[in-house]
T-cell receptor, first 112, second 115 residues
Framework: GQSLEQPSEVTAVEGAIVQINCTYQTSGFYGLSWYQQHDGGAPTFLSYNALDGLEETGRFSSFLSRSDSYGYLLLQELQMKDSASYFCAVRDRDTGRRALTFGSGTRLQVQP | EADIYQTPRYLVIGTGKKITLECSQTMGHDKMYWYQQDPGMELHLIHYSYGVNSTEKGDLSSESTVSRIRTEHFPLTLESARPSHTSQYLC??????????????FGNGTRLTVT
């Protein structure tokens, strides 16, 4: 099986930088994904890390350390529209189903 | 942009009713999934499919069934709805190619209330 842990809530101000951490436990690891979900909306894909290191996509970056079973999502130059829930997710290799298992989500509130 | 559609968007029904939640995608994706999500909570896998006539149970599948007769269609059926089924149901699909990092494309969900 697998489990993921991430903070339940983070608050930051516009223009700031915020880091959302995710630790995972899984006996089979296929990479760490991040999804964004606005209230009332559908989750949308942000990033995927299969190898150690930092992946940058515009204002968002995602980091992975496989030896530490740890990753984070970094959001820079925060905007009000970044207020949303952010979920980390891993694929389950144990059962072979290769479906994503999601963390409980981190609610980011961006204040003016 | 992802084209995955769920109907109905909202549904209120009485206990004991049989309901089917519809999900269709026009992207030709082989893999499809159903997740259940309570407000502000994590997503729980209910069922998934790798292709036509292929369906597998997830973590919360005991009270629902799915079918995959056509690639684009993946309906979810609750045989007898209960108040504990009140939740949001999200359908998703992904491409079989490069499956490990294929992002999931989600529909807008069906918000179900069972009275």
């Amino acid at each position: 099986g697998q489990s993921l842990e991430q903070p339940s809530e983070v608050t930051a101000v516009e223009g700031a930088i915020v880091q959302i951490n995710c630790t995972y436990q899984t006996s089979g690891f296929y990479g760490l994904s991040w999804y964004q979900q606005h209230d009332g909306g559908a989750p949308t894909f942000l990033s995927y890390n299969a190898l150690d290191g930092l992946e940058e996509t515009g204002r968002f970056s995602s980091f992975l350390s496989r030896s530490d079973s740890y990753g984070y999502l970094l959001l820079q130059e925060l905007q009000m529209k970044d207020s949303a829930s952010y979920f980390c997710a891993v694929r389950d290799r144990d059962t072979g189903r290769r479906a994503l298992t999601f963390g409980s989500g981190t609610r980011l509130q961006v204040q003016p | 942009e992802a084209d995955i559609y769920q109907t109905p968007r909202y549904l209120v029904i009485g206990t004991g009713k049989k309901i089917t939640l519809e999900c269709s995608q026009t992207m030709g994706h082989d893999k499809m999934y159903w997740y259940q999500q309570d407000p502000g909570m994590e997503l729980h896998l209910i069922h998934y499919s790798y292709g036509v006539n292929s369906t597998e149970k997830g973590d919360l599948s005991s009270e629902s069934t799915v079918s995959r007769i056509r690639t684009e269609h993946f309906p979810l059926t609750l045989e007898s709805a209960r108040p504990s089924h009140t939740s949001q149901y999200l359908c998703a699909s992904s491409n079989q190619i490069s499956s490990y990092n294929s992002p999931l494309h989600f529909g807008n969900g069906t918000r179900l209330t069972v009275t």
